[in-house]
């Protein structure tokens, strides 16, 4: 399962910022099963699971983003969404969406965040 993650680019810090996450025509008819993560890496560092959200809209966050940063989903649209606020310049990353645990990874969207 490739899912494909938008939305990113350049803020200031304090700004925010709405990325989103579709899915494949393969997995439509399923994708309100799964959970799905946002995840991000920063250069030199590991990827990180940063915001997850369940099959019934149970959600959970990294500490790091934790009040900051809301995850949702539309099964409608088979979407889901990080809405992301009071950006900080450690919160520049590749930014990607996927099953958790992931599995096949999609392209990621670039989030910068300038001092």
């Known amino acids: 399962v490739q899912l494909q993650a938008s939305g990113g680019g350049l803020v200031q810090a304090g700004g925010s910022l709405r990325l989103s996450c579709a899915a494949p025509?393969?997995?439509?008819?399923?994708?309100?099963?799964?959970?799905i993560g946002w995840y991000r890496q920063a250069p030199g560092t590991q990827r990180e699971l940063v915001a997850a959200?369940?099959?019934?809209?149970?959600?959970n966050y990294a500490d790091s983003v934790k009040g900051r940063f809301t995850i949702s989903r539309d099964n409608s649209q088979k979407k889901v969404y990080l809405r992301m606020s009071s950006l900080e310049p450690e919160d520049t990353a590749v930014y990607y969406c996927?099953?958790?645990?992931?599995?096949?990874w999609g392209q990621g969207t670039l989030v910068t965040v300038s001092s």
């Open positions: 025509r393969s997995i439509t008819s399923v994708f309100n099963m799964y959970t």
């Open positions: 959200i369940t099959s019934h809209r149970t959600t």
């Open positions: 996927n099953t958790d645990p992931p599995s096949q």
